[in-house]
């Protein structure tokens, strides 16, 4: 593989990167990148590259174009505009040398103009959005929508500290074509979601409360295809919901104070919304809220805007932290659980069975946390079900050195749930040890124990100056789109060395990118690796 990168310096307001690129086996590939400043319309850069006939992909072209544009109008406008286009899910990883790069399934399009800084309170941004979904095996129904436009509005006001008004409002007409099923309708049409708050802030060192009332409002209208296709009755065409809701969040402060700083915080969250029925309201865009300790407290059960919960719950929590004399939090442990006085009608797939709908209570949620010195620290995390079984576990340890060694482990399991989330079992390491003179060996591994394999190996070496780096790794990969349990599916492999020149903005560490990623610390022993 040989890249001869040719800067042209055309005007001291623009320029361009043009980059011929062989790979072996596969061919010539065209590089190249533009970027300019406009004096009053913002700046802006265009990058992609070309490779006809891949013999290595069934000898066919690979591609992408990317376009962003950033304008400053004023104090209070601005827009941006951003473009994507890849030619499949494989070209990052087969051709992109930069080992940081993520493929996304959805390659974002989209045009966006925000408010702000002006009345004091109000932001909002109005945007026009699409996807190119990267996966042509992915069903049109399983495609996200796209919102031709979507306006939000946020508006608050008040005393952080006393009563405070808080007004938002989501309108969105989305839209999406199903191709794949001749007689499968997927409805679109417009989404009008508004609501309106009150709270009042009591705060002070000993604890605080915190009441507020809400109404919130869901409208639906379906565009005229949609009402054409699926048949739908004059009835049921649109389709309006208000519901008013009620929460209390309330919380205490204990301390004790001598050899160690003791905290103990007890935490109560109530809400109240009454049932409206939604189940035949269509979903755009929304998906149910993960588990989570500060899930417990809170209102929404629903990521997005397409359902309004009904609710009558009330939440516990409590919270212990000890403190050493300087200020390292020596101990930190959460614990919390549900109650529900009636059951959860309001679903986003009209499922009245699902066992998280119908019982009596959350299953306890614990979270740990400490530092047990200036160097280590672990993290935990425990979630079961309200009938006892683990739903989800976590732990973390990390290590960090004063002489940049560095040292990670994670273990990482949480259980398949319909519509929430998906089986996933996985170990992962990471160290960095110095070795002598400067040389340090280094390496990561992320193993996927539900399909005995290893989504990721990391191994290299690495000398470091102040004027200038070398590194030689191996690395054996999958592609973040890959589906690791066909035994079709094969790892990517690649031995890479890197020559880095420190100072020279264009002479990046695309290891040190790659790394920072990966490896929980790293930015603290690159920073005082060679001091």
Not at 143 to 165: D, H, I, T
Not at 254 to 265: I, K, P, V
Not at 498 to 517: D, P, R
Request: charged share 20%; proline share 4%.
């Amino acid at each position: 593989e040989l890249a001869a990168p040719v800067y042209l310096n055309l005007a001291p307001n623009y320029d361009a990167t043009v980059t011929p690129h062989y790979i072996g086996n596969r061919g010539l590939m065209a590089k190249g990148e533009f970027r300019y400043l406009s004096e009053n319309f913002g700046s802006g850069q265009i990058w992609g590259g070309y490779l006809p006939s891949d013999k290595d992909y069934n000898d066919e072209d690979r591609k992408d174009l990317h376009y962003l544009h950033n304008w400053i109008i004023n104090n209070q406008w601005s827009t941006n505009l951003e473009y994507n286009y890849v030619s499949d899910k494989d070209f990052f990883t087969d051709l992109d040398n930069d080992p940081n790069t993520r493929t996304e399934l959805n390659q974002r399009r989209a045009w966006q103009l925000n408010y702000g800084n002006g009345i004091p309170g109000l932001n909002a941004q109005l945007r026009v959005e699409d996807f190119q979904t990267l996966d042509p095996n992915l069903a049109d129904i399983d495609r996200p929508y796209a919102r031709l436009p979507q306006l939000l509005v946020n508006y608050s006001n008040g005393n952080p500290q006393g009563l405070e008004f808080r007004f938002s409002n989501d309108t969105a007409y989305f839209k999406k074509n199903i191709r794949d099923f001749e007689n499968q309708i997927e409805p679109n049409g417009t989404r009008i979601f508004n609501e309106l708050a009150l709270r009042y802030n009591y705060n002070k060192l000993w604890g605080y409360f915190t009441p507020e009332v809400s109404v919130r409002n869901l409208n639906n209208f379906y565009d005229q295809d949609t009402v054409e296709n699926a048949n739908f009755r004059s009835n049921s065409e649109d389709k309006s919901v208000v519901v008013p809701q009620f929460t209390l969040d309330t919380g205490l402060t204990f301390e004790r104070d001598g050899n160690y700083l003791q905290t103990l915080s007890p935490r109560l969250f109530y809400a109240y919304a009454p049932y409206r029925n939604q189940s035949d309201f269509p979903n755009f865009d929304s998906t149910p809220a993960t588990l989570s300790y500060d899930q417990l407290f809170s209102s929404k059960r629903f990521y997005g805007n397409d359902r309004i919960e009904d609710n009558n719950f009330v939440s516990f929590g409590l919270t212990y932290s000890l403190f050493d004399y300087v200020g390292l939090e020596r101990l930190k442990i959460s614990g919390g659980q549900s109650f529900y006085f009636s059951d959860r009608k309001v679903t986003l797939n009209d499922s009245q069975d699902d066992p998280f709908n119908t019982a009596r209570q959350s299953g306890p949620i614990i979270s740990l946390s400490s530092q047990l010195s200036q160097n280590f620290n672990i993290h935990a995390n425990s979630i079961w079900m309200s009938n006892g079984d683990s739903a989800q576990q976590n732990f973390q340890a990390n290590y960090t050195g004063n002489k940049g060694n560095l040292y990670n482990f994670g273990y990482f399991k949480q259980k398949e749930l319909l519509d929430r989330q998906e089986k996933y079992d996985q170990v992962t390491a990471s160290f960095i040890q110095p070795v002598k003179d400067n040389w340090r060996i280094m390496g990561h591994v992320q193993y996927d124990l539900d399909n005995n394999v290893a989504r990721e190996y990391l191994l290299g070496v690495n000398y470091e100056s102040c004027c200038w780096g070398v590194s030689v790794y191996g690395r054996s990969y999958f592609n973040d789109l890959d589906d690791v349990s066909l035994s079709t599916t094969k790892e990517k492999r690649a031995i890479m060395a890197e020559f880095t020149l420190k100072g020279l903005g264009g002479l990046n560490s695309k290891l040190s990118s790659l790394l920072e990623n990966r490896i929980l610390g790293f930015d603290k022993v690159k920073q005082n690796w060679t001091h």
